[in-house]
Every structure is written in structure tokens, then in C-alpha cells.
């Protein structure tokens, strides 16, 4: 059995590699989908088909582009649902390098649309040094043409991960009762840095910045609590992305223990999400 030292050694070290991550930042363009993945955790199945405004994503952006400390996020997303859904999609490009000039800006996508990416896409791409950052699924698609198709057209791209691989996809299961202890789902959480931006707040995962498309869908009544989000405009300096990131929050109550599950497609039953 492990000695208490190590065990104390190796939280210790989790601990310290955790909090030492790059600073990242998704900003959530809409969780509609053009794939419906079961159990996905912005529950993007659920989910109307509706697209955040410019404006507003453009005021969130200058908001948290200007706190002080700004220039430690290191990386931003652009995020959904399906990210190429989103009508201006070029538009959010520009905004996201403008604001934040410095960062790596990655598009994250499941890649079915890519072939039809119109060439003003691929010229914005260039333009704004994007990353396309690709999920394969294991659907009836040619993923590997992405690649050549990527560096056909001058643009960086990265495969994420591959959710055909054995223990690659996840249940991320709420409990109704809020009986998890938070400290503990923090510590395991799968989501860990994921800090989400959905309307005007910030949320430290998609699990808690989207549940809202689990409740609209299925009448429960997972809430939000103080200290679970942080609105924009109040933000004043990089330290609250850090705390939020780093400590669990009231939500962290709901998450019970992640498990592994075969990847298929939705039948949008809330059992996809629940015991
Ligand atoms: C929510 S998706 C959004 C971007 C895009 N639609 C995609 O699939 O890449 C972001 C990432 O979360 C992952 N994800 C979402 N739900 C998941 C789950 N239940 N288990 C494992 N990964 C999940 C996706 O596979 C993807 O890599
Ligand atoms: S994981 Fe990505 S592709 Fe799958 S349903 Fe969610 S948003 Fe869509
Ligand atoms: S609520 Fe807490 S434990 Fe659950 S996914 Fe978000 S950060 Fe992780």
C-alpha cells in the first residue's frame, strides 16, 4: 500500500501541475451541433439553435482582454456546439485577435464541416493565425483528409483527440441531491481549466455554464449559486480567473465521478447525463 508520505507527495505534485497550466479562455459562439454526441458536456443535443451576438461577444472580450494581468492567458478558444455553425464565425476571429493579440486562438471543431469552409474562412484563418483544433469522432467521415486539406490552404491545425479510442469519452453525471463533496470533484475533475464564457458570465467548465440546456430540456432545476460564475464586467484582474479555475465552486456539488462510456450518438434521454 502507498505510504502517506507519497500519497501527500503525489497530491502535492497533481496539485502543483494543475495550478502551474497555461491560463485559457473559451468563449461559447452557441452549443448548436450538426453531430449530437450522447452525453456531451455542453449537453449540445439539448441544446435551441441559437448563436451568441457579436456585440456582446465583442464586450466580453474587451472586458477580460483589459483586467489587469490580461497578457497571462495564454489561450482562447472559440467554442461551441459545432464552432463552424456559427453564422460569423470570421467576425469572432477578428474579435478574438484583436483583443487578445498575444494568445494562441484555436477553433475547436468536430471537422464535418471543414470541407465546406468557404475561402474567405481559410483567408481569415491565415490572416488571424488560427489553429483549427480537431475532434475525430468515430462517424462515417474522412478524417484524415483534414490534415492535407489544413495545410492546403496555409492554416495550423491540431488534432485534439480521438474519441474512437477505448475510455475516450465520458458520462459526466449530475447528482439531483448536490450530495458530492465539492473539494474532491474538484481535485478529479476531468473539466479542469476549461473556463467558459456563455452569455455575460464566466464559468470555471461547460458542465455549469450549459446546464441551463439541461434544465430547459428535462424540467430540473440544477442552480447557480454565488461564487459559481463571475459576471464579466466585474472582473478586475487575472487572480479571479486563477481562483476560479483553481478552487472548486458550489456547482463542483453536482458533479459526481466521471465514467467512461462507449462513444454514440444521442437519443437526447436525460439518462445521457444521470444515473
Ligand atoms: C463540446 S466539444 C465542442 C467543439 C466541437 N464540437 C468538438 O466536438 O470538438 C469540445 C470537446 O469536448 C469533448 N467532449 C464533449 N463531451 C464529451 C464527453 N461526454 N466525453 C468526452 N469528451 C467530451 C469533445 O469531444 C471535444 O473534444
Ligand atoms: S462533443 Fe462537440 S460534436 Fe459532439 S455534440 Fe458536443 S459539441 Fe457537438
Ligand atoms: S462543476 Fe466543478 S467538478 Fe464539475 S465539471 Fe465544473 S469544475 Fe469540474
Not at 205 to 219: D, E, I, L, W, Y
Request: net charge positive; with cysteine; proline share 6%.
Amino acid at each position: 500500500m502507498m505510504s502517506i508520505i507519497k500519497r501527500i507527495k503525489r497530491f502535492g505534485n497533481t496539485l502543483s501541475l494543475r495550478f502551474r497550466q497555461p491560463m485559457r479562455v473559451e468563449f461559447n459562439l452557441s452549443d448548436a451541433c450538426n453531430l449530437n454526441c450522447k452525453g456531451c458536456s455542453h449537453y449540445s443535443p439539448l441544446a435551441p439553435k441559437e448563436f451568441e451576438g457579436l456585440p456582446r461577444l465583442a464586450e466580453s472580450m474587451s472586458a477580460i482582454a483589459s483586467i489587469e494581468g490580461a497578457r497571462k492567458i495564454s489561450d482562447i478558444y472559440l467554442i461551441g456546439g459545432e464552432t463552424l455553425l456559427y453564422p460569423e464565425l470570421t467576425k469572432a476571429m477578428e474579435l478574438a485577435r484583436k483583443y487578445f493579440p498575444w494568445a494562441k486562438i484555436s477553433i475547436f471543431t468536430n471537422g464535418l464541416l471543414l470541407p465546406k469552409m468557404s475561402d474567405d474562412f481559410w483567408e481569415k484563418c491565415r490572416v488571424h493565425d488560427m489553429v483549427i483544433t480537431i475532434t475525430r469522432y468515430p462517424v462515417n467521415f474522412d478524417y484524415d483528409a483534414l490534415g492535407p486539406l489544413c495545410e492546403s490552404k496555409r492554416v495550423k491545425y491540431e488534432i485534439f483527440d480521438d474519441r474512437s479510442l477505448e475510455h475516450s469519452f465520458f458520462k459526466f453525471r449530475l447528482d439531483p441531491q448536490k450530495r458530492q463533496n465539492k473539494w474532491v470533484r474538484h481535485f478529479k475533475c476531468y473539466s479542469f481549466g476549461c473556463l467558459t464564457v456563455i452569455d455575460d458570465k464566466i464559468f470555471p467548465c461547460a458542465q455549469s455554464a450549459c446546464v441551463t440546456n439541461f434544465n430547459k430540456a428535462f424540467g430540473t432545476d440544477y442552480k447557480w449559486e454565488k461564487g459559481d460564475y463571475i459576471p464579466v464586467q466585474s472582473l478586475k484582474n487575472v487572480k479571479q480567473l486563477f481562483r476560479l479555475r483553481n478552487l472548486p465552486v458550489p456547482f463542483c456539488g453536482y458533479c459526481k465521478p466521471i465514467i467512461t462510456t462507449p462513444y454514440a450518438l444521442s437519443k437526447r434521454v436525460k439518462e445521457e447525463w444521470l444515473d
